[in-house]
């Protein structure tokens, strides 16, 4: 399965050797079954002898795969496939800037992000659930929407991977992209909302506190 994951089409006898044998019928059995279960199709290659297996790449294929507690470890390869996320990501294209390539990235790089973003059709029915998260920035009198989705994202992404952390199912670089995202809303803060440089975490004390109390 792992040598399919590019979406190409192997010959049978490549995809025996490469994983160590030398005849077809060594793993004619897994073949088959994978066959069977719809995972991939089998062509007979033109002017030769022999088959090409190559993955079905559709929607319900892709999740009955993600899903089989057989392939458990290769979800970060499969969710890196260059097929992967245009199955699954197709409904934000439309929101703006740079954030349907950065929710691409989030989809790659956590399981749980990408559990709970292919459970909607529509970047609305997202803001339906996760508006609750922007309290701080209705608090803070931000109006804002490229903002907020910016925001709400980071959000969910972050509460993936703390998930993740715990029960498996980060890949590469999510550390990296929660930096990143992290830096990207402190440069589009909206300006006149900005926390005064003295009120900042690090210049906080408890004498501070108490006064911003009174």
């Known amino acids: 399965m792992h040598i399919l994951l590019d979406g190409e089409p192997h010959r049978e006898i490549d995809l025996a050797t490469g994983i160590g044998f030398t005849k ?3 793993i004619r059995k897994e073949i088959d079954s994978f066959e069977r279960a719809r995972f991939i199709v089998r062509k007979r290659e033109e002017g030769k002898t022999g088959y090409c297996c190559q993955l079905i790449c559709t929607r319900d294929a892709i ?23 245009p199955a699954f990501t197709q409904q934000f294209a439309t929101l703006p800037d740079d954030l349907p390539l950065l929710i691409d990235e989030m989809v790659r790089a956590s399981h ?18 996760y508006h609750y998260s922007l309290l701080v920035n209705r608090l803070a009198g931000i109006s ?6 910016l925001c709400m994202y980071y959000q969910i992404f972050l509460h993936s991977v703390i998930r993740d952390i715990r029960y498996g199912g980060l890949g590469e670089g999510f550390a ?9 809303i402190g440069q589009r803060y909206p300006s006149g909302s900005v926390v005064p440089s003295h009120k900042s975490r690090q210049g906080y004390s408890k004498r501070t506190i108490r006064q911003d109390m009174k």
């Open 24 to 26: 077809v019928a060594t």
């Open 63 to 85: 999740l009955k795969i993600y899903g089989n507690p057989e392939f458990r470890a290769l979800r970060p390869d499969i969710r890196r496939a260059g097929w992967f996320c």
């Open 112 to 129: 749980t992000f990408f559990d709970t973003i292919c459970q909607y059709d529509s970047p609305e029915k997202v803001r339906e659930t």
């Open 144 to 149: 804002d929407p490229s903002f907020d989705d």
């Open 176 to 184: 990296r992209l929660l930096t990143s995202t992290q830096d990207r």
